[in-house]
């Protein structure tokens, strides 16, 4: 059973995310991970998650140097299950935009996020962090799904 003390904790620390991307902001990332340990975070575009300090630390200052803007938001409820006592894991969908650095046009997507949270004694703090793009033939279907003409199906 998650307390309201944990829910409110964790969901703090989503908003503190969301505003630290924005802002590009990895000290605040990084404030609100599990550091005494090792963490587990594979991004979307990485071909390897990062498992050690070092590689999440060189991840975040390369993303530093190659994004010049960045949106993120949270786009539903998360969704919270504990799995073990003091174990969390939050999933939920989010929505991020980019402007790399030296092009004119930015990119942007919808992921999958799936993130645990870790009871220490400096209060919940995340250990886990993995996004999980749609495959591509469910993302294709989705973008023709949304191109639809509004009122077409019920032939309006």
Known sequence: MIDQ???TQI???LRTLERAWNELDFA???SIWDTSRPPVYFAEEAANPHLDWPSLEAYWDFTRRSISRMGMRITNAPELVELAPELVSVIYRMHWDALIAGDGKP???DNRVC???RHT???W???QYVEAPLAPITYMKWLYEQAVTPGFATGA
């Open 115 to 117: 993130a645990t949270f």
């Open 107 to 109: 990119l942007g997507g």
């Open 28 to 30: 605040a990332i990084k």
């Open 125 to 127: 703090r995340l250990a």
């Open 11 to 13: 969901e703090t620390h």
């Open 121 to 123: 004694p400096d209060g």
């Open 5 to 7: 003390d944990a829910r």
